[in-house]
Nanobody, 116 residues
Framework: VQLQASGGGLVQAGGSLRLSCAAS????????FGWYRQAPGTMRDLVAD???????NYADSVKGRFTISRDNAKNTVYLQMDSLKPEDTAVYYC???????????WGQGTLVTVSS
C-alpha cells in the first residue's frame, strides 16, 4: 500500500488549504484514515481521523476549522483546512489502517506553512 499526499503550501493566516491523500495498491482493505501533523521539535499528533462509514474525530485545536472527508471508491481522504493559524504550521501526514493486514501505512508528508 502506498499513500500519496498533496495539497500543502504557503498560506496567510485566515486562509484555506485542502490536503488530499490517495491510497494505492492491490487488495486494499482500508478501514480508517487519519491526518497527523508534526511541527519542528514536537511529536506527531493526531489532527483528525475518519472511519469507513464516515465517523470523524478531531483534535480540539482544529474543531470547527478543519473537516476530514473520504471517498471510499477512490481510496482517498481529504482534509479541508479553513481559518488557518500560524500554529497550524507543520508537516502533515496521512495514515491508513488496513484491517486485513492489521497494518498502518503512512504517507510521505506535505508541508503546510501559515504566515502571520
Amino acid at each position: 500500500v502506498q499513500l500519496q499526499a498533496s495539497g500543502g503550501g504557503l498560506v496567510q493566516a485566515g486562509g484555506s488549504l485542502r490536503l488530499s491523500c490517495a491510497a494505492s495498491g492491490s487488495g486494499l482493505s482500508i478501514t480508517s484514515f487519519g491526518w497527523y501533523r508534526q511541527a519542528p521539535g514536537t511529536m506527531r499528533d493526531l489532527v483528525a481521523d475518519i472511519s469507513r462509514r464516515g465517523a470523524a474525530n478531531y483534535a480540539d485545536s482544529v474543531k470547527g476549522r478543519f473537516t476530514i472527508s473520504r471517498d471510499n471508491a477512490k481510496n482517498t481522504v481529504y482534509l479541508q483546512m479553513d481559518s488557518l493559524k500560524p500554529e497550524d504550521t507543520a508537516v502533515y501526514y496521512c495514515k491508513a489502517y488496513d484491517f486485513l493486514l492489521m497494518t498502518d501505512y503512512w504517507g510521505q508528508g506535505t508541508l503546510v506553512t501559515v504566515s502571520s
